[in-house]
């Protein structure tokens, strides 16, 4: 079973900048794809961004060029880095992992496994 960790949510101010991390269970981790995707009150699961093992990355247009996805095998864990934050931004953010293909998938149908997620709130 696999198991995924958010943590590094927070709140901070517009302009400002967090580094989410996910870290996951599981014995080959390096072959998974890992997205995050987030969730503001009363809308929908939004895609935010992707990488796949061969850490080929791709981000949702709200944040390019802000946001970084990477990943460290040798830790188990993908993380986010948040720059130049913005109050739209807030939400609870969701890692999730597929465990095979390369796709960059922007569609949570296309993951197996989702972590708690984990808040961030950006004021103005």
């Known amino acids: 079973q696999v198991q995924l960790v958010e943590s590094g949510g927070g709140l901070v101010q517009a302009g400002g900048s967090l580094r989410l991390s996910c870290a996951a269970s599981g014995r080959t981790f390096s072959s998974w794809r890992m997205a995050w995707f987030r969730q503001a009150p009363g809308k929908e699961r939004e895609f935010v961004s992707a990488?796949?093992?061969?850490?080929?990355?791709y981000y949702a247009d709200p944040v390019k060029g802000r946001f970084t996805i990477s990943r460290n095998n040798a830790k188990n864990t993908v993380y986010l880095q948040m720059n130049t934050l913005k109050p739209e931004d807030t939400a609870i953010y969701f890692c999730?992992?597929?465990?095979?293909?390369?796709?960059?998938?922007?569609?949570?149908?296309?993951?197996?496994?989702w972590g708690q997620g984990t808040q961030v709130t950006v004021s103005s």
């Open positions: 999730a992992l597929a465990s095979i293909g390369l796709r960059l998938g922007t569609s949570p149908g296309e993951y197996d496994y």
């Open positions: 990488i796949n093992r061969i850490d080929l990355t």
